[in-house]
């Protein structure tokens, strides 16, 4: 991914109380969620600029669909929930390049675990505007 790309995908994300930690490996994010998100096994949260939907849920898993205007970006993904602490992500992303105007298509997997139950100074994904 170009850094001017990336850098536009962390602040985005830095705006909806998000944080990314790249160390020597894979970068780590960091998710604040309230007790009741987690009761509710509820990982969806409108925020900014990004519309989204949560379609029905199947067992442990739970498919969306999204759209952002800024930046202008939409897509699709699933989560599974692996048990009460756990969760596996798989979510497409269509955008397009900055200055270039070309579409492109971004496949992103991700898994999170239990962390902590403080945030500190993250706020709960509901609670970010």
């Known amino acids: 991914m170009p850094a001017d790309q990336r ?3 962390e602040d985005m994300m830095a705006k909806q ?3 990314m930690n790249a160390g020597s490996g894979s970068p780590t994010v960091k998710v604040c969620m309230t007790k009741e998100m ?3 096994n509820d ?3 409108q925020q ?3 519309q ?3 379609l029905p849920r199947a067992g442990n898993t739970m498919k969306f669909t999204f759209a952002c205007s800024k930046p202008a970006s939409s897509g699709e993904g699933q989560v599974t929930f692996v048990n009460p602490e756990s969760y596996a992500l798989k979510m497409n992303v269509k955008t397009q390049a900055k200055g270039k105007g070309k579409p492109e298509t971004m496949t992103l997997q991700a898994s999170g675990q239990f962390v902590s139950p403080e945030c ?3 706020k709960p994904l ?3 505007k």
């Open 120 to 122: 500190g100074a993250i």
């Open 17 to 19: 109380g998000i944080t």
């Open 48 to 50: 900014g600029d990004c």
């Open 43 to 45: 990982m969806t949260a």
């Open 52 to 54: 989204h939907t949560a």
């Open 7 to 9: 850098k536009m995908i």
């Open 38 to 40: 987690i009761e509710r």
């Open 126 to 128: 509901s609670a970010t």
